[in-house]
């Protein structure tokens, strides 16, 4: 496991990010889905050799802690602040039923939920007590992006994001290995997907972004808890044609690419906390199961 500190600001400035890093190596890596575990329609393969340069990453997704440290320096107000609502798993709401503004069919476990936002994650009557060290969430991949310019970072690209992520293991399913534990790998849900959950793990949302255990460089949680926004735009077919070397994604899209899974992951209907899972959604959308991690520019 390498650690390095936290990355240092541009000459002249404040360090504002103060995450701790773990540094990934330049090296060759098998990306894709290795065992057919992988969705249809998810775009994780072919299997292809990626040349990566070495860079340093955020050890945790980005806290609630370091992120209100960046509204109380700047101001900054999320797009679900300024829409006025966003989605929350309907067993963790903490609002009035009038606050609830829509429930996709397809989706019905997700509401709309007026007032809900980063520092009220479950609608507007909860807070951020006790959640100092968990994972902001209710945060868009526009808002990761401001947080980045402010922080003086970048998203990770899809590449280094999986690489890091496989923590130096070739080709295995999870970032520890292929072995499976119930409740002790990972916080995604156990039980009755999405209606009873057994709380196997200790965890029915976020868990602490140091829960559990990290891979072999460092990182914790890459797989389950939040979905973290990548860099790139997203493609179904982008594998069968990509650079081999440190690549970034397509040109021009219309959803941004997402990593890791969440807790909300389940094998009856999403199996996508895994190294090589893939998901996308549009730059401004958020919900309560989706944060981010950043990388150091170079």
């Given at each position: 496991m390498s650690q390095l500190p936290?990355?240092?600001?541009?000459?002249?400035?404040?360090?504002?990010?103060?995450?701790?890093?773990?540094?990934?190596?330049?090296?060759?890596?098998?990306?894709?889905?290795?065992?057919?575990?992988?969705?249809?329609?998810?775009?994780?393969?072919?299997?292809?050799?990626?040349?990566?340069?070495?860079?340093?990453?955020?050890?945790?997704?980005?806290?609630?802690?370091?992120?209100?440290?960046?509204?109380?320096?700047?101001?900054?107000?999320?797009?679900?602040?300024?829409?006025?609502?966003?989605?929350?798993?309907?067993?963790?709401?903490?609002?009035?039923?009038?606050?609830?503004?829509?429930?996709?069919?397809?989706?019905?476990?997700?509401?709309?939920?007026?007032?809900?936002?980063?520092?009220?994650?479950?609608?507007?009557r909860s807070s951020l007590d006790g959640l100092a060290e968990h994972s902001v969430v209710q945060v868009s991949w526009n808002d990761a992006l401001a947080y980045c310019a402010w922080a003086g970072r970048r998203l990770p690209t899809e590449a280094e994001w999986e690489c890091a992520s496989r923590g130096g293991l070739a080709g295995r399913r999870y970032p520890w290995g292929d072995e499976w534990e119930e409740g002790q790998r990972c916080n995604i849900w156990q039980g009755r997907f999405p209606a009873v959950n057994t709380l196997a793990d200790g965890w029915l949302s976020t868990a602490p972004v140091r829960e559990f255990a990290p891979n072999g460089y460092g990182l914790w949680q890459s797989v389950g808890n939040v979905w973290e926004w990548c860099a790139d735009w997203w493609a179904e077919g982008y594998y069968a044609h990509s650079p081999a070397e440190n690549p970034a994604g397509p040109a021009t899209g219309e959803q941004r690419s997402m990593r890791g899974g969440s807790y909300l992951c389940h094998d009856s209907y999403c199996n996508r906390y895994r190294n090589s899972a893939r998901a996308s959604n549009t730059a401004d959308s958020a919900a309560g199961n989706v944060g981010f991690r950043t990388v150091a520019l170079t």
């Amino acid at each position: 496991m390498s650690q390095l500190p936290p990355a240092p600001a541009a000459p002249g400035s404040l360090v504002r990010h103060h995450l701790d890093q773990a540094l990934v190596p330049a090296q060759v890596f098998a990306m894709g889905d290795a065992d057919g575990a992988g969705n249809p329609g998810d775009g994780e393969t072919p299997v292809h050799e990626v040349r990566l340069d070495a860079f340093s990453i955020d050890t945790t997704t980005v806290t609630n802690a370091a992120f209100a440290r960046f509204v109380a320096d700047t101001g900054y107000r999320t797009e679900s602040e300024l829409f006025g609502y966003s989605a929350v798993f309907h067993l963790a709401l903490q609002a009035d039923i009038d606050d609830v503004v829509g429930q996709p069919p397809q989706t019905p476990w997700w509401l709309g939920v007026r007032g809900a936002d980063w520092a009220h994650p479950a609608g507007p009557r909860s807070s951020l007590d006790g959640l100092a060290e968990h994972s902001v969430v209710q945060v868009s991949w526009n808002d990761a992006l401001a947080y980045c310019a402010w922080a003086g970072r970048r998203l990770p690209t899809e590449a280094e994001w999986e690489c890091a992520s496989r923590g130096g293991l070739a080709g295995r399913r999870y970032p520890w290995g292929d072995e499976w534990e119930e409740g002790q790998r990972c916080n995604i849900w156990q039980g009755r997907f999405p209606a009873v959950n057994t709380l196997a793990d200790g965890w029915l949302s976020t868990a602490p972004v140091r829960e559990f255990a990290p891979n072999g460089y460092g990182l914790w949680q890459s797989v389950g808890n939040v979905w973290e926004w990548c860099a790139d735009w997203w493609a179904e077919g982008y594998y069968a044609h990509s650079p081999a070397e440190n690549p970034a994604g397509p040109a021009t899209g219309e959803q941004r690419s997402m990593r890791g899974g969440s807790y909300l992951c389940h094998d009856s209907y999403c199996n996508r906390y895994r190294n090589s899972a893939r998901a996308s959604n549009t730059a401004d959308s958020a919900a309560g199961n989706v944060g981010f991690r950043t990388v150091a520019l170079t």
